[in-house]
C-alpha cells in the first residue's frame, strides 16, 4: 500500500510541472496597443432611410478610449478595449428632396490581434452601441447596434492611424462610415 501511495505522489509531482507548462503564462513582451487614447477620423458616410435612396455625406467624429493586452499562446496578445465616440454625418438631399444627416454618439467594444513587424499593424473588430440623432428634414432619435472593422498602423511611439468601416441601423436610417483617422496614445504615469 506504502508502494502504491508514493508512486501516486511522485505521478503528482510530476504532473504539475507539466499541468503548468500547459498554462499560458502572461504576455510578457512589449506592444504599442495598450493603454489611454484619444483620437479623430473623417471620411464619407453613406446613409438612406424608410423609402429614400442610399446617398453620400462627409462625416467627422473623436474618440477616447483604452486597450489592454491579454496574453495568449502565441508571441503576440489580443488586444481588447473599449471607447466612446462621437460622429457628426453632414446633411445630403436623397430622392423626394428630402435632406437629412445624423449625429450619432456612444460606445464600442474592441477586439484585434497586432501582426507584423513590432506588432506595427493592428487588425480589429467593433461592436457597441449608438444614439443616432437624425437632422434635418427627418427627426427622432434612436439607440442601435453597431458593428466595425479597422485596421490600425502604429506610425510613431504615441501616434498610429487607421481606417475603419461602421454600419448602425436605427430610427429607420441606416449609416455606413468609411473614415481614415489618428490617434494619439495618452502618456501614462
Not at 460606445?107 to 444614439?131: F, I, R, T
Not at 434635418?136 to 492611424?161: E, F, N
Amino acid at each position: 500500500m506504502t508502494s502504491i501511495r508514493s508512486r501516486m505522489a511522485a505521478g503528482l509531482l510530476l504532473a504539475l510541472p507539466v499541468s503548468a507548462l500547459a498554462m499560458p503564462a502572461p504576455y510578457a513582451g512589449a506592444t504599442p496597443w495598450t493603454g489611454a487614447y484619444i483620437g479623430a477620423h473623417a471620411g464619407i458616410n453613406q446613409s438612406s432611410a424608410s423609402g429614400l435612396n442610399t446617398e453620400n455625406s462627409l462625416t467627422a467624429g473623436i474618440s477616447g478610449g483604452y486597450r489592454m493586452a491579454l496574453a495568449n499562446s502565441t508571441a503576440a496578445p489580443i488586444i481588447l478595449g473599449g471607447d466612446v465616440f462621437a460622429d457628426l454625418n453632414a446633411q445630403a438631399t436623397h430622392n423626394a428632396n428630402v435632406s437629412y444627416g445624423s449625429d450619432v454618439v456612444g460606445v464600442d467594444l474592441m477586439a484585434g490581434y497586432p501582426v507584423g513587424e513590432d506588432q506595427a499593424l493592428l487588425p480589429y473588430v467593433k461592436v457597441g452601441l449608438g444614439n443616432l440623432q437624425a437632422t434635418g428634414d427627418l427627426g427622432g432619435s434612436d439607440i442601435g447596434g453597431r458593428l466595425g472593422i479597422g485596421i490600425k498602423y502604429h506610425l510613431r511611439p504615441r501616434l498610429s492611424l487607421g481606417v475603419q468601416w461602421m454600419t448602425q441601423d436605427a430610427n429607420s436610417i441606416s449609416n455606413d462610415n468609411f473614415t481614415v483617422g489618428v490617434d494619439y496614445a495618452l502618456p501614462m504615469g
